[in-house]
């Protein structure tokens, strides 16, 4: 299980979930709940975690992700409220 006290200090993975975190916060369609989605990178493998308000956001939030890694490389283990 990946938590955020196991993200990478390799700058490469904190570049990838700063990119995603910028993107999420960027679109403001989405809730506070998605906005605050906890994002890990290890290697490269991107894994999202916590709580959203629909399958919309869960969707949009891995699609965001997806953009910066390969879709191969994210595990959505979001849940929806």
């Known amino acids: 299980m990946q938590t955020a ?3 990478s200090n390799a700058k490469s ?3 990838t979930t700063a990119k995603i975190r ?8 989405l809730s506070t709940y998605a906005h605050n989605v906890k994002i890990v990178t290890i290697n490269g493998a991107v ?3 916590g709580p959203v ?3 919309d956001e869960k969707a949009k939030i891995a699609e965001i992700a997806a953009s910066v890694v390969s ?3 994210v595990t959505n283990e979001i849940t929806v409220k």
């Open 13 to 15: 993975d904190r570049d």
């Open 47 to 49: 894994t999202l975690k």
């Open 5 to 7: 006290d196991k993200q």
């Open 22 to 29: 910028k993107e999420i916060m960027a679109d403001k369609d």
């Open 53 to 55: 308000k629909s399958d």
């Open 71 to 73: 879709a191969d490389k």
